[in-house]
C-alpha cells in the first residue's frame, strides 16, 4: 500500500526556547488546517530565512552553490519528500530527474527544504508524521527572523529617542538610507541584520508619507 503524501509549504520561521540558537521551521498542510514545526539550527534558518526576505547574498552560499551546478548539468529537483520521524529527527530525500534518471538522495530536512525554496520544488510530508507531530492553530502565531534577538537587542543601535512601541532598530531611517544600509550588510555578509532592513523596508510599502514624517522626527 502506497503511503499518502500531504504536501507542505514554508510558513515561516520562529525562535524557540527549546534549545539555545535553535529555531523553528513551520511548515503549513496546502489547502488544509495542519501545521508541522521542525527544530533546526541558526546556520540553516539563515539559509531558509535569505530566500524568504528576498535577499541575495553577495556571494554565493552552498545551498545556491548546489542549486547553480544542478541547473548547469540539466538536473531538476522534482520533490522534497519528508517521509520519517525517529527520535525527534525528520528525515527526507531528495528526488532528481534528469530526463533519462530518476534518483533519489538522502538529505537533512533543513538542507532539503533550502534547496526546495531555491527552486520552487514541492515539498511533501508523510500522513504518519502529519498524525504524529502536527497540530491545528485557528491564526499564525508571529513569526521571528533568525538572527532577532528576544530582548529586541541588536548589534546595530537604533536611533536615539525611537517613537514608542516601534520594535525596529531602523524605524528612524529614510527608505534611501536602508537600501543603503541593506547594500553594505548584504556586500559584508551579515544577512541577520540584512532581513531585519529588508523587513522595515517591506514594512513601509504602501506609504508614501513616510520618508515626511521621517525627516521632520529627526529635524528636532
Keep these: 500500500m502506497q503511503e499518502q503524501k500531504i504536501q507542505v509549504r514554508v510558513m515561516g520561521i520562529s525562535y524557540t526556547q527549546l534549545k539555545t540558537g535553535a529555531y523553528a521551521l513551520l511548515l503549513a498542510q496546502v489547502d488544509g488546517p495542519y501545521r508541522v514545526p521542525i527544530i533546526i539550527g541558526d546556520q540553516e534558518a539563515q539559509a531558509i530565512a535569505l530566500v524568504l526576505e528576498g535577499i541575495v547574498p553577495a556571494r554565493p552560499i552552498t545551498h545556491d552553490l548546489f542549486v547553480s551546478f544542478a541547473k548547469a548539468f540539466d538536473i531538476r ?3 522534497v519528500y519528508i517521509y520519517k520521524f525517529d527520535n525527534g529527527i525528520f528525515y527526507s530525500r ?3 530527474d ?6 533519489t538522495v538522502d538529505s537533512r530536512t533543513s538542507d532539503a527544504i533550502a534547496i526546495a525554496i531555491r527552486t520552487n520544488a514541492p515539498i511533501y510530508i508523510s500522513r504518519q508524521i502529519i498524525d504524529e507531530t502536527g497540530f491545528i492553530i ?3 502565531s508571529q513569526l521571528i527572523r533568525p538572527g532577532a534577538d528576544t530582548d529586541e537587542s541588536h548589534s546595530d543601535e537604533p536611533r536615539q529617542d525611537e517613537p514608542p512601541g516601534t520594535s525596529s532598530a531602523y524605524s528612524r531611517y529614510t527608505t534611501d538610507e536602508l537600501y543603503r544600509k ?3 550588510l548584504t556586500e559584508c555578509e551579515d544577512y541577520e541584520g540584512a532581513a531585519m532592513v529588508k523587513a522595515e523596508i517591506d514594512r513601509r510599502k ?4 513616510i520618508d515626511d514624517d521621517i525627516n521632520a522626527a529627526n529635524a528636532y
Aim: no cysteine; charged share 30%.
Design 138 to 140: 485557528d491564526s499564525d
Design 206 to 209: 504602501g506609504d508614501p508619507h
Design 77 to 79: 529537483i522534482t520533490e
Design 182 to 184: 541593506l547594500e553594505a
Design 98 to 103: 534528469d530526463g533519462l534518471r530518476h534518483v
Design 94 to 96: 531528495l528526488h532528481f
